[in-house]
Structures are given as structure tokens and as C-alpha cells.
């Protein structure tokens, strides 16, 4: 397994303290998992996020990540 690269934005960056991490997981589901224990206060704050593997957002934990990937991590926000 590669690691993969991990864009963290607002509410997500403040959870973990870092705007970029990486992280060996093979999926969706085992990268949100891989963060969930990597960074305690990051855990409830994945529940509303929206997850961009290279660009395309996704909701299915069983996705393939490419040895290599970057998944973005984009809590909602509001604003205008």
C-alpha cells in the first residue's frame, strides 16, 4: 500500500492542525478510518464532509485510491 496525499480545508485543517497529511489506505472507507484514529477531533468532523478523490467527490467507502492519489477533504461551509 502507498500513501496517499490528504488536502484538509477549514473546519477539517483546524480538527487535524495540519492542512495536508498522508496516509496508507487503499480505499475511502480505510482512509477515513486511517484519519479518524490518526487525529481524535477530526472523527466527527469527516461525518459532514464531502470527499474529492482526484477532483470527484464520492460517497462510497469501497472506491479504489491509485497508489500515489490525493483525496481532498471540504467540510461545508456557507458564505457568498
Same mark, same amino acid.
Given at each position: 500500500m +502507498?500513501?496517499? @496525499? $490528504? &488536502? =484538509?480545508f477549514a473546519a477539517a485543517r483546524e480538527a487535524a492542525g495540519t492542512s495536508e497529511t498522508t496516509v496508507e489506505a487503499a480505499t475511502i472507507g480505510g482512509l477515513l /478510518?486511517? =484519519?479518524s484514529?490518526?487525529? +481524535? /477531533? =477530526?472523527?466527527p468532523v469527516l461525518? @459532514?464532509?464531502s470527499i474529492l478523490l482526484e *477532483? $470527484? @467527490?464520492?460517497?462510497? &467507502?469501497a472506491v479504489?485510491? +491509485?497508489p500515489g *492519489?490525493? %483525496?481532498d %477533504? =471540504?467540510?461545508?461551509?456557507? *458564505?457568498g
Open positions: +502507498e500513501a496517499v @496525499r $490528504v &488536502r =484538509l /478510518d486511517a =484519519l484514529q490518526q487525529f +481524535e /477531533d =477530526l472523527g461525518t @459532514r464532509c *477532483g $470527484v @467527490r464520492t460517497t462510497d &467507502r479504489a485510491i +491509485e *492519489g490525493t %483525496v %477533504v =471540504l467540510p461545508p461551509y456557507a *458564505g
